[in-house]
């Protein structure tokens, strides 16, 4: 499989976006942010470029992998699989929505995966915080019977 390099105009969109959204006080900037991608990139690239390009096989994976986007741990880490391997659809508290619907039925229609598995993690900041958004508007019901 051949590496190229990232598309970086709409990158830099997506950088001007955020900046202008400031969605974060602390943490990396967006610069800082894009400047690690660009980086990580250009390593990727250069280590590509002294094995011989084969072209890409069909994608079959073995199972469609419904996980957590907030989790630090990837699918394909926990169960020692190879990119390709494993169909990962990652969304906040394994939420399914119409776009991870429409993925998840992707990988099992057209790619004929087997198996869904849906995994998830202890101390979900999305559930947690589902819960406390349940928990303000009960006691707002409550309070004004």
């Not at 943490?27 to 390593?43: E, H, I, M, T, V």
């Not at 659809?89 to 087997?114: K, Q």
């Not at 202890?122 to 006691?139: H, I």
Request: hydrophobic fraction near 45%; glycine fraction near 8%; charge should be neutral.
């Amino acid at each position: 499989m051949s590496v190229r390099s990232l598309g970086w105009w709409c990158a830099g969109a997506l950088v001007a976006a955020a900046a202008t959204l400031s969605l974060r006080a602390e943490g990396p900037s967006a610069d800082g942010s894009l400047a690690r991608l660009r980086s990580g990139n250009a390593r990727a690239v250069h280590a590509a470029a002294g094995h011989e390009s084969t072209p890409a096989r069909a994608t079959q994976p073995s199972a469609v992998v419904l996980s957590c986007a907030e989790s630090l741990m990837p699918a394909e880490h926990i169960f020692g699989a190879a990119p390709g391997e494993l169909f990962v659809v990652r969304t906040l508290g394994e939420v399914v929505d119409h776009a991870a619907l429409a993925s998840i039925e992707y990988a099992l229609e057209r790619l004929h995966v087997p198996l869904v598995v849906v995994l998830g993690h202890e101390m979900c900041g999305a559930v947690r915080m589902s819960g406390e958004a349940l928990d303000r508007k009960s006691t707002r019901l409550n309070s004004s019977h």
